[in-house]
Nanobody, 120 residues
């Protein structure tokens, strides 16, 4: 299973970016999908997560500014980021819990991150 994230870049404070991440490979079903981020010198933190049924959870630092969504038919998760702040600067990575074809258990996969830089 491969995950490919797109949409990072450089944006001014107050601006917006939309990240997307598509999963591909031997997938029967994708359960939870997540976005994490890691800033230089800091630990990786959960930004947002979404269940297959669309239930969402956000880090306090992004509530009201970020929105996670998914398209199950496309095996894709999105992160709409509005009102960006300099402290949102980080490498953003997507992850998912996947039931692969021919199996009954879940495996967790991570994609390579995409850099988001917010200038103040």
């Amino acid at each position: 299973v491969q995950l490919q994230a797109f949409g990072g870049g450089l944006v001014q404070a107050g601006g917006s970016l939309r990240l997307s991440c598509a999963a591909s490979g031997s997938i029967f079903r994708i359960n939870a999908m997540t976005w994490h981020r890691q800033a230089p010198g800091k630990q990786r933190e959960l930004v947002a997560e979404i269940t297959r049924d669309g239930i969402t959870n956000y880090a306090d630092s992004v509530k009201g500014r970020f929105t996670i969504s998914r398209d199950n038919a496309k095996s894709t998760v999105y992160l709409q980021m509005n009102s960006l702040k300099a402290e949102d600067t980080a490498v953003y990575s997507c992850g998912c819990a996947v039931q692969r074809e021919g199996t009954w258990w879940l495996s967790h996969y991570w994609g390579q991150g995409t850099q988001v830089t917010v200038s103040s």
